[in-house]
C-alpha cells in the first residue's frame, strides 16, 4: 500500500479537470463511483448488484491515473454531505515477487484482512490498483515482454480479492488501470461496472491540451496570458502535434521554455515560435521512433 487519503481534500483538486476527454465519459465514471460508493451495500444481494469495479485501459500517457486519482475526488466531493471518502492507493510493484506464488498470496491478504479493516472507517472506500499488470511483470524479469498470460494471473489474483471484499464489505469501489488491452478482455469485461477505454487525443482535443497546458503556465506567468488564449495558435501547434499522447503533448508545451536560455531565465518571453519549433522537434522524434519501431 502506497497511501491512504482521506476525502475531499483541497489539494487533491485538479486531477479531474486536468484530463480532456468527453464529458459523457466523465459522467459515466462519476455516475458509476456515486452509485457503488453511496448505494452499493444496499443493493448487495441483488441481482442487479454491482461489483464495485471500473476499469480504465489504454495506452500509456492517456490520462487514465489522472482520471482515476480526479474520480476519487470527485465522487468523494459528491458524497461529502454523507460522510468522507477513504482512497485507498495500491502500488503493485511494492508486492513480493520473487518466490512464484507470493505475490498472490500478498494481494489476498491485502484484499482480505487489511482492506476490510480500512474499509470499515469511513462511509465510503475507493482502491486504486494503478498499473495492475506490474503485479506481474518482475516475476518476468529475465524475459524482455510481459507475458499475457502473467498478466491474467495477476489480474485473476485482483478479481478474486475482488469477491471476498465485495462480500465483506459491499459498497467498496475498485479502481483498475492497466496498459494491456489484451489483458483487460476476459478477466475484466464481465466483472467491470465500467470499462473505459483511453485513447490517444483526436485532432480536437489536442488543441485543447496545448491551450490547458499555456493556461498553467499563464498561472505562473500573466504575460503568457496571450498565448494561453490565441485558439488559432493552438491549432498550428495541435496539428504537428497529431499522433502524440496527452502526457507528450503537455511536455512539449513547457519543454518550449527550455528552447532558449532567455525563456528558461524569463519564461514570460515565451513566443508562438519556440512552441512551433517544440511542436516540429516532437513530432520529428515521433517520426523517428515510428520509424524504428517499424524497422
Ligand atoms: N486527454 C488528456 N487531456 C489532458 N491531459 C492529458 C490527457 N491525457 C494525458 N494527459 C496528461 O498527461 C500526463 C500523464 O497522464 P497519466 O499519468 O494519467 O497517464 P496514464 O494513462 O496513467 O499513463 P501510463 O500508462 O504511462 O501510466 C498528465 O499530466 C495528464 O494530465
Ligand atoms: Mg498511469
Same mark, same amino acid.
Given at each position: 500500500m502506497t497511501g491512504v487519503h482521506a476525502l475531499p481534500s483541497d489539494h487533491h483538486d485538479g486531477p479531474w479537470d486536468a484530463v480532456i476527454v468527453d464529458p459523457r465519459v466523465k459522467e459515466r465514471l462519476l455516475a458509476t463511483a456515486v452509485l457503488v460508493l453511496r448505494h452499493g451495500r444496499r443493493l448487495a444481494g441483488s441481482a442487479v448488484a454491482p461489483h464495485g469495479l471500473v476499469v480504465l485501459a489504454g495506452p500509456p500517457g492517456t490520462g487514465k491515473t489522472t482520471l482515476a486519482q480526479g474520480l476519487a475526488q470527485a465522487a468523494a466531493r459528491a458524497l461529502a454531505p454523507h460522510g468522507a471518502t477513504t482512497l485507498v492507493e495500491v502500488d503493485p510493484h511494492a508486492f513480493p515477487s520473487e518466490m512464484l506464488g507470493e505475490s498472490q498470496r500478498a494481494v489476498s491478504r491485502l484484499f482480505r484482512e487489511d482492506l476490510p479493516e480500512l474499509a470499515a472507517r469511513r462511509p465510503h472506500t475507493m482502491v486504486l490498483v494503478d498499473e495492475v499488470e506490474a503485479l506481474a511483470v518482475r516475476r518476468q524479469a529475465a524475459?524482455? @515482454?510481459?507475458?499475457?498470460? @502473467?498478466?491474467?494471473? &495477476?489480474? @485473476? &489474483?485482483v478479481l478474486s480479492g475482488l469477491d471476498v471484499l465485495r462480500a465483506q464489505r459491499p459498497g467498496t469501489l475498485l479502481v483498475v488501470t492497466t496498459n494491456f488491452a489484451e489483458a483487460v478482455d476476459d478477466a475484466f469485461l464481465s466483472r467491470a461496472d465500467l470499462l473505459v477505454r483511453t485513447d490517444l487525443p483526436d485532432e480536437s482535443v489536442i488543441p485543447l491540451i496545448v491551450a490547458d497546458s499555456l493556461r498553467e503556465l499563464a498561472a505562473q506567468w500573466p504575460e503568457l496570458s496571450g498565448l494561453a488564449e490565441d485558439g488559432a495558435l493552438h491549432r498550428r501547434v495541435g496539428r504537428t502535434l497529431a499522433g502524440l499522447d496527452g502526457r507528450r503533448i503537455r511536455k512539449t508545451v513547457h519543454g518550449a521554455l527550455a528552447l532558449r536560455l532567455e525563456t528558461a531565465r524569463e519564461p514570460?518571453?515565451?513566443?508562438a515560435e519556440d512552441l512551433l519549433l517544440a511542436a516540429r522537434e516532437a513530432a520529428d522524434e515521433l517520426a523517428a521512433s515510428t520509424a524504428s519501431g517499424a524497422a
Open positions: 524475459s524482455f @515482454d510481459t507475458n499475457p498470460v @502473467d498478466v491474467h494471473r &495477476a489480474t @485473476d &489474483a514570460s518571453s515565451l513566443c
